[in-house]
C-alpha cells in the first residue's frame, strides 16, 4: 500500500541522514545500546592506555563481578575514554536527531545514588547507568576538586567486548593485540568507525545476499553469496 511505502521511504530517509551525520566517529553504547554516543574516531585514537587518575575508583572490583555476574563477561579493568574539557554528556550523545535513532540519555540515563569508593577525594561527580541494562555509561568529575571545570568520561570496555566477539583475532580489553594494533582506542577507530552508508538497493531480485547484510559483516561472507 502507498501509506506502508511512504513510511518505509520515511524511515530510511531518517536513518541515511542519521548515519551521513556520523560519518568518521566511533559508536559508544552501554551493554544495551539505548544509551550511546558517536564521537570523532580521532578521540578514541589518542585514549590513553592507562586509566586516568580521577577515574580509578570510579569502577572497580565489585562492578566487575557485577558485569560477570549479569552479564557472563570476563573484564579485569575499565576502559575510559575522557572528553574534551568543552564538551559535556550531551553534545555527542545519540538522539532522534544524531546518530542512532533512540531516545537519548536525558531519558534512558539515570544518575546513581550509590557513590563509588574514593570518590569525594579523587574529585568524582556524579555516575550514570543505563535505565535499561543497569550498566555504567558514564560519569561528570571534577579533576581539580570543587569549582573546577567538569569533564565527561565514557565507559568504552563495552565496544571492546562487542569487537571481540566480531573479530576475535582483534584480542580482549586487556591489550591482547597484535602487532598491527597499537592499542584499544586504535582497535576501535579502526574497525569501528563509521563509514559511509551504502547506496539503496535498485532490485531486490538482482541483490546479492552479501549486500543485505550489515556492513561490516559483508566482507566476511563467501564471494559466492
Do not use: K, M
Amino acid at each position: 500500500p502507498d501509506a506502508v511505502a511512504t513510511l518505509a521511504a520515511w524511515q530510511e530517509s531518517e536513518r541515511r541522514g542519521s548515519r551521513q551525520r556520523c560519518q568518521g566517529t566511533v559508536r559508544v553504547a552501554c551493554i544495551c545500546g539505548c544509551c550511546s554516543w558517536h564521537v570523532p574516531a580521532e578521540w578514541i585514537e589518542v585514549a590513553p592506555e592507562e586509566t586516568p587518575p580521577a577515574l580509578r575508583h570510579v569502577a572497580g572490583e565489585a562492578y566487575l563481578r557485577w558485569l560477570g555476574a549479569r552479564f557472563g563477561v570476563g573484564v579485569s579493568r575499565i576502559r575510559w575514554l575522557l572528553l574534551p574539557e568543552t564538551v559535556n554528556a550531551q553534545a555527542y550523545s545519540d538522539s532522534s536527531s544524531y546518530g542512532s535513532l533512540t531516545r537519548g540519555i536525558s531519558i534512558q540515563a539515570e544518575r546513581t545514588t550509590e557513590a563509588a569508593p574514593g570518590a569525594t577525594s579523587h574529585g568524582v561527580v556524579r555516575r550514570f547507568r543505563c535505565r535499561s541494562c543497569r550498566a555504567l555509561t558514564h560519569v561528570e568529575l571534577s579533576e581539580g576538586g570543587p569549582g573546577s571545570p567538569e569533564r565527561v568520561a565514557l565507559v568504552c570496555t563495552y565496544e571492546l567486548l562487542r569487537l571481540a566477539r566480531l573479530l576475535p583475532a582483534v584480542g580482549d580489553d586487556e591489550g591482547g593485540l597484535p602487532g598491527s594494533v597499537r592499542s584499544w582506542g586504535h582497535a576501535l577507530s579502526r574497525h569501528l568507525c563509521d563509514a559511509p552508508p551504502p547506496l539503496p538497493l535498485a532490485r531486490l531480485h538482482g541483490t546479492s545476499l552479501a549486500d543485505l547484510v550489515l556492513p561490516r559483516a559483508a566482507g566476511a561472507l563467501p564471494a559466492e553469496c
